[in-house]
């Protein structure tokens, strides 16, 4: 017996009014907005465990060094506290990236609807403040008034701070492995030195560069401005 295929119009079907159409618009307007609300709240607390891991390694190291004054007890305690730290670093920094893209995702949806509420009524177009193409320009107007980010932006945002950290503890990390071969001060400070910069060239620089790249050319915008 042969399926027959369903009518998606059928012979009664009419189309939705402007009342209608508003309010699916809104409903879906809700839901973005609390899906970013979620994500952001992720996003700090996400920052925030790796924080307090970090201030009790911290204090967790200050005790060692205590009672064993800085000996090889103390060294062999830091190489198993701290790389279970940076782990935990890395981790964040990386989610903190994937929930950067899922805001501007996001955004690019919120402001699709706002192009819908424009061509539903176009007179109030002068009283929106926010975006309502989806291209990344109207995406970053959305987000805040600033359409580049600064240096001091860039430097006081959540996944650099958290880079920064990472980038300290993989320095120390290697100085204190260093120190197993050559416990010549100068030698392990260097190590640590140079280790911190190129990771934080990594972490900062070539990683969000790559990822922000990548997702650009994913954008297809479908409203772009004219």
Do not use: C
């Amino acid at each position: 017996m042969q399926d027959v295929p369903l009518d998606p119009k059928p012979a009664d079907w009419l189309p939705a009014s402007d009342a209608v159409r508003v309010q699916i618009l809104a409903t879906e307007h809700w839901s973005l907005l609390a899906t970013r609300s979620m994500v952001w709240n992720e996003l700090f607390s996400r920052a925030s465990t790796f924080i307090t891991v970090l201030s009790a390694s911290i204090v967790a190291l200050a005790l060692v060094a205590q009672a064993t004054d800085f000996d090889d007890g103390f060294r062999n305690f830091a190489l198993l506290v701290l790389p279970v730290t940076l782990l935990l670093g890395i981790g964040t920094l990386i989610r903190l990236g994937d929930a950067m893209t899922e805001d501007v995702w996001l955004v690019m949806g919120m402001n699709r609807l706002r192009h819908a509420y424009i061509d539903l009524a176009p007179d109030l177009e002068p009283y929106f403040m926010t975006g309502h193409h989806d291209d990344f320009e109207s995406i970053l107007k959305t987000r805040g008034p600033r359409r580049h980010m600064g240096p001091s932006q860039i430097l006081a945002a959540t996944p650099t701070i958290v880079a920064i950290i990472d980038s300290v503890l993989a320095g120390v990390i290697a100085a204190l492995l260093a120190g197993f071969v050559n416990d010549d001060p100068l030698l392990t400070t260097t190590i640590g030195v140079t280790t911190t910069i190129a990771v934080a060239v990594v972490l900062i620089g070539i990683l969000p560069l790559r990822g922000i790249k990548g997702f650009m050319g994913s954008l297809t915008p479908r409203f772009p401005r004219a």
